[in-house]
């Protein structure tokens, strides 16, 4: 029997002896050097003119040239979004349209390798997490909704359901084409025709996906994809032919799209920011809580809205696990978002990374203890090691605002009541975490919580099936799931 490590050798043997091979994915992503809006089916030019760059954030090395849609690109796509509705996708049977989203669904899966590289390199996140999660479950979304297509007379029973028209989405940056397969895989299938705007910093996989359309012979404007920044996305949420606006994104944008839809009669739902708790008792089996607290704010380096970004642990474990913790993010590997062992890509763009510093140097300033490991970052390109604050209270910043970025920030607690308190003690209320064996404490903690997902014993855990959604400033609606259909619709009769 070998002796088991101390963590004096654990740390000797992780840190010293370590080093793998790089591995880098070798699947072509099939880019193009120039992306046109996707409007009626065809790749078209803007009427601008204008393009813009888009890069890789882990070198910083241009892509493609994206077109700028203006408001004359946008009305162009919501005529084209307004004809398909009336003139052939509000007319089909529901079977017919199911058959579309499974093609979609199916093609999507042919290139699924295409697609991550291709997501990869855009956006920055690690090849493991797109290949084994962003387009898998991309798939899973077209796959699920193409199956209600035909079955909407049992969505609501006793009543009717029908389309709204024309809907506007606009999406961030985090995840990009699971962002835009959880907008318009249940849009189609309720009947509905779409005019997208993707992140201005990952907008290729959308772009793709309209290849994607055409080889599934989607009806020419049953999908429009319009690129461009944030004028682009006003545009797209102002125009008088939408009849609902679905928003993910941060809560300040948000907020502005809510002012702007007041008074008139367009349909809105908002996937808002997030400040999770994840709630660590001292019965949680800690080396599974650990693995989920390092999954749940380190995973696609915490660019993810229902992030665990605080830890609130119970005070009589809070040594043992910051220990933990701190052994733990000694052997993650940050670099190369295409290294197949890497477990911390690039930050998304330079802006992101400078709030995320920006934030951090606040908690440093305000009196949190930081650890953060010895590791390298590459040269170029955007990087933030991991990070995790002790000794934070709920009066620093690091523990109100979203950081969006690998920062952990560990609080303690003595009660269930207090835990409770301080988890909810936010403008927030995404999702949250709890670790502990004993079962009715999970009951009481995820009715108690204000939280739209509670996971217990497990974090970040996505399936299209189960409804998602905020409370609070994280929004409202859901996406996912029967719930998530019905607001794509109306119920009639
Ligand atoms: P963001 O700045 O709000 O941008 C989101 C989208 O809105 C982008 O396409 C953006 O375009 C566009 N936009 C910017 N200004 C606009 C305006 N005035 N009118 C209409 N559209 C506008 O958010 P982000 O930084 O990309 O994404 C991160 C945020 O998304 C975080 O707060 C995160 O929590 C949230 N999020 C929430 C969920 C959820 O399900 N609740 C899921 C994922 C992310 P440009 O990018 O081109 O500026
Ligand atoms: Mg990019």
């Known amino acids: 029997m070998p002796k088991p490590a101390t963590s004096r050798t654990r740390e000797l043997i992780f840190g010293d002896l370590w080093e793998y091979d790089p591995a880098p994915e070798t699947a072509d992503p099939k880019l193009k050097s120039r992306y046109d809006l996707f409007i009626n089916g065809k790749f078209t030019a803007p009427k601008s003119g204008q393009t813009f760059d888009t890069i890789n954030p882990a070198n910083e090395a241009k892509l493609a040239e994206i077109a700028v849609a203006g408001a004359d690109d946008v009305d162009r796509a919501y005529k084209a979004a307004d004809k398909a509705f009336t003139s052939t996708w509000s007319k089909l049977p529901g079977i017919e349209r199911g058959k579309y989203i499974y093609r979609i669904a199916r093609l999507l899966q042919d290139r699924a390798r295409e697609f991550a590289v291709a997501e990869t390199l855009d956006g920055g996140k690690p090849i493991k997490e797109s290949r084994d999660f962003d387009v898998p479950m991309a798939a899973a979304h077209f796959f699920y909704h193409a199956g209600w297509a035909d079955k909407l007379d049992y969505i609501a029973p006793g009543r009717r359901v029908q389309p709204l028209g024309v809907v506007g989405q606009v999406i961030p940056w985090n995840f990009p084409l699971l962002m835009m397969a959880w907008k318009i895989a249940p849009a189609l299938a309720m009947g509905n ?35 461009g920044a944030g004028e682009t996305g006003a545009a797209v949420v102002n125009h008088p032919l939408a009849k609902k606006i679905a928003f993910t994104g941060s809560t300040e944008v948000g907020k502005v799209i809510m002012k702007a839809l007041a008074g008139t009669d367009k349909k809105l739902t908002l996937e808002l920011g997030g400040k999770a708790a994840n709630i660590i008792f001292d019965d949680a089996p800690l080396d599974q809580a650990v693995e989920g607290i390092v999954n749940g704010i380190f995973f696609n380096q915490g660019h993810v809205c229902c992030a665990g970004s605080r830890l609130l642990v119970q005070e009589s474990i809070a040594d043992e696990v910051l220990a933990r913790l701190k052994r733990r993010i000694a052997v993650l590997r940050v670099g190369d978002p295409m290294d197949k062992n890497t477990d911390i890509g690039a930050i998304n763009s330079r802006e992101q990374l400078a709030k995320i510093t920006r934030l951090v140097a606040s908690g440093v300033k305000e009196g949190a203890e930081i650890h953060q490991p010895a590791c390298k970052l590459p040269a170029k390109g955007f990087y933030f090691k991991p990070t995790v604050f002790s000794g934070v209270s709920m009066s620093h910043r690091i523990a109100r605002e979203e950081i969006f970025g690998p920062v952990l920030s560990i609080l303690t607690f003595r009660t269930v009541e207090e835990a409770i308190e301080k988890a909810n003690n936010t403008a927030f209320g995404l999702s949250a ?43 409202f609606g859901r996406e996912g799931g029967r719930q998530g259909l019905l607001d794509y619709g109306q119920l009639v009769g």
Not at 197 to 218: C, D, H, N, V
């Open 193 to 227: 025709t779409v005019v997208i705007k993707p992140a201005e910093t990952t907008s290729i996989t959308a772009l793709k996906m309209g290849e994607i359309f055409q080889e599934a012979g989607l009806p020419p404007g049953v999908v429009n994809i319009v690129t």
């Open 433 to 475: 975490g709890v670790w502990t064996d004993k079962g009715s404490r999970i009951l009481k903690m995820s009715t108690e919580l204000k939280a739209g997902v509670v996971w217990a014993n497990t974090y970040n855990k996505f399936d299209p099936t189960s409804p998602f959604g905020g409370y609070k400033e994280s929004g």
